[in-house]
């Protein structure tokens, strides 16, 4: 059976077509930007076909892309759903999502940026749909999937923030589906707001959700769903997406499933499958 790089270089022979042969495989990419070179590690299986969606999945301060990869089941998932997986690294370990954390946010990083271009670049190498771009986060990384949304609107098709929280202006972000996953004795981002971890003060969780419940005219309530220790509760929202707050109760700082699990099913409890299933429901 022919390997898909190899059907896709014979088809550009026998156009008489120059073209540059769709990568299915990982692989590392450089950005060069302002702030340095950017890495990102890239997994494009064989099952995601040109137009593909594309998953950004951002670490937490001190984190890298490869321990996110190893620990919350994204490739396995892409493999099975046929997506493509980015797992970009932050600059000494952090992010700058405003308001917190670490070098990223103290030298001006321009994560945003980098984002911006990584982005187009995968989109040109792989093939990905430009209009089908998620981001998932964890805490800081979190925190930069809100910026994104709000700070660039229009790039994002959705985003899943896990114990995150907005920490940028966010007067007017687009229209977009929204999936934040939190616990409810969160110390280092708390949910219900306040003090919280590299000093900053954080909004509550509807506090963060209210900028794009408002832009999209949601409804005024959500549906809620118990399914302990978990609550789902889903607003409804003009523009045909969803904008939902998945609660764990007495859950910590945290990835739900994380580990050798993960992403196996779309329960409340398994962060990156809830994540991919609620972001693409529409």
Not at 63 to 92: C, I, K, M, N, T
Not at 142 to 170: N, S
Not at 271 to 281: D, E, I, N, P, S
């Amino acid at each position: 059976m022919l390997t898909r790089s190899l059907a896709a270089g014979l088809a550009c022979l026998l156009t008489l077509a120059g073209c540059a042969a769709t990568p299915t495989t990982d692989r590392s990419i450089v950005v060069a930007t302002a702030d340095g070179d950017r890495t990102t590690h890239v997994h494009h299986p064989e099952s995601a076909p040109p137009g593909a969606p594309l998953v950004v999945v951002l670490h937490g301060a001190g984190g890298s892309g490869s321990q996110v990869e190893a620990d919350l089941g994204w490739d396995a998932l892409a493999d099975r759903e046929g997506f493509v997986v980015a797992y970009p690294d932050g600059l000494d370990g952090t992010w700058n999502g405003g308001g917190c954390c670490g070098q990223a946010r103290s030298r001006g990083v321009d994560d945003l940026g980098f984002l911006g271009a990584m982005v187009g670049r995968i989109a040109a190498e792989d093939e990905t749909d430009p209009h089908r771009v998620y981001a998932v986060g964890f805490s800081n990384g979190a925190i930069l999937a809100y910026a994104w949304a709000c700070g660039r609107p229009g790039e994002l098709a959705g985003i899943g923030p896990v114990a995150g929280a907005v920490l940028v202006p966010c007067a007017a972000p687009a229209p977009l589906t929204v999936v934040a996953v939190h616990g409810s004795a969160d110390d280092r981002v708390p949910f219900d707001g306040g003090a919280g971890a590299g000093g900053a003060q954080y909004p509550t969780v509807d506090g963060s959700l209210a900028p794009f419940l408002s832009a999209d005219g949601c409804s005024p309530d959500p549906t809620l769903v118990e399914d302990p220790p978990a609550r789902v509760g889903t607003w409804t929202c003009t523009s045909g997406h969803d904008v939902v707050r998945d609660v764990v109760t007495d859950g910590g700082h945290g990835w739900p499933g994380a580990g050798p699990e993960a992403g196996t099913t779309d329960a409340p409890l398994d962060a990156t499958g809830f994540l991919w299933a609620r972001l693409t429901a529409r």
